[in-house]
């Protein structure tokens, strides 16, 4: 069973704010503070930077890696506005910038993959690599936007350590990898002050007008350039496997789809080890050594 700090506690991380466009921005950072180029971590709907704690180090040691909360999430700003897709894509370039990062793999789970999906179409030149981990964006299901909506608002507006939990479960395709100390660093996440305000706001995705007038298309997809990796999942519970297959078909440079069995929604935790050994492996096959570069 994992748990959030032993998973970084033997390496050297830095945690810590950066304004990133107006938004205080909580990122937590691993290798080389000193490269251009980084690994970036987006999470999902109503998640944090803690997401990717078991991937964070395995990623350091060959790159400089980041995982942040995104805007309106974790412990980041939340400005009094909905978020939609644009609104995250500006404040991961905004973020890239204050970083000093000319050039990022992207990696993006559910809402996460999204997001950076977004970015490499809008910004191909600031995008290594991109990976899209059980993305959200093509799928305009109600009954799925409907159980992510009302299990996440239950989650917050009534919340419990077993609200919490059973929010938590709905990612894990074993209950038992959710985790006592994962449960409780996401309640005191939901309840921050004003969150149930801004899960309203981070949750107008799943209304249909608001959905339909963000969503990702074959066309849109066409136009990511960069090398791409899909993962999908035997037991995703927000869209089936079609739907990877899917993103493979759009993107050009994309690599066939990769399914991890026995996951749901969050394979980089689930399974951790064999998503660390697959990505590290994509990124090394796509990135450019700095003697080479230089």
């Keep these: 069973m994992a748990f959030l700090w032993p998973e970084i506690a033997d390496g050297s991380v830095r945690l810590g704010y950066v304004d990133a466009g107006g938004i205080r921005t909580r990122y937590l950072e691993a290798g080389d503070a000193s490269s251009d180029e980084a690994v970036i971590f987006v999470h999902?709907?109503?998640?944090?930077?803690?997401?990717?704690?078991?991937?964070?180090?395995?990623?350091?040691?060959a790159h400089r890696t980041i995982a942040l909360d995104m805007i309106g999430h974790g412990f980041s700003s939340k400005p009094a506005h909905d978020y939609e897709i644009r609104h995250y894509v500006q404040h991961l370039?905004?973020?890239?910038?204050a970083k000093g990062i000319?050039?990022?793999?992207?990696?993006g789970e559910s809402l996460g993959g999204w997001i950076v999906a977004q970015f490499a179409i809008q910004h191909p030149e600031r995008v290594a690599t991109l990976t899209l981990n059980t993305a959200g964006g093509l799928n305009t299901d109600p009954a799925v936007m409907e159980r992510v909506y009302n299990v996440t608002?239950?989650?917050v507006a009534e919340a419990s350590?077993?609200?919490?939990?059973?929010?938590?479960?709905?990612?894990?395709?074993?209950?038992?990898?959710v985790t006592d100390d994962l449960v409780e660093l996401r309640h005191r996440i939901y309840t921050q002050p004003?969150?149930?305000?801004?899960?309203?706001?981070?949750?107008?995705?799943?209304?249909?007008e608001i959905r339909m007038r963000n969503v990702l298309t074959d066309e849109s997809l066409s136009r990511i350039t960069a090398p791409s990796l899909v993962i999908w999942t035997d037991h995703d519970p927000t869209a089936p496997i079609a739907t990877g297959e899917r993103f493979v078909a759009a993107i050009p440079n994309a690599e066939p789809l990769v399914i991890m069995t026995d996951c749901?929604?969050?394979?980089?935790?689930?399974?951790?080890?064999?998503?660390?050994?697959?990505?590290l492996d994509f990124l090394a096959r796509h990135t450019v050594p700095a003697s080479v570069a230089a």
Excluded: S, Y
Aim: glycine share 4%; proline share 5%.
């Design 44 to 61: 999902g709907t109503g998640g944090h930077l803690e997401a990717f704690t078991r991937n964070l180090l395995p990623h350091a040691a």
């Design 93 to 97: 370039l905004d973020f890239c910038d």
């Design 102 to 107: 000319a050039r990022a793999h992207l990696h």
């Design 153 to 155: 608002m239950k989650a």
């Design 161 to 177: 350590p077993a609200t919490v939990r059973a929010r938590l479960e709905w990612l894990m395709n074993d209950p038992a990898r």
């Design 194 to 208: 004003g969150f149930v305000d801004a899960m309203k706001r981070i949750l107008c995705l799943q209304n249909m």
């Design 264 to 279: 749901a929604h969050w394979p980089q935790w689930e399974k951790a080890e064999q998503f660390n050994a697959l990505h």
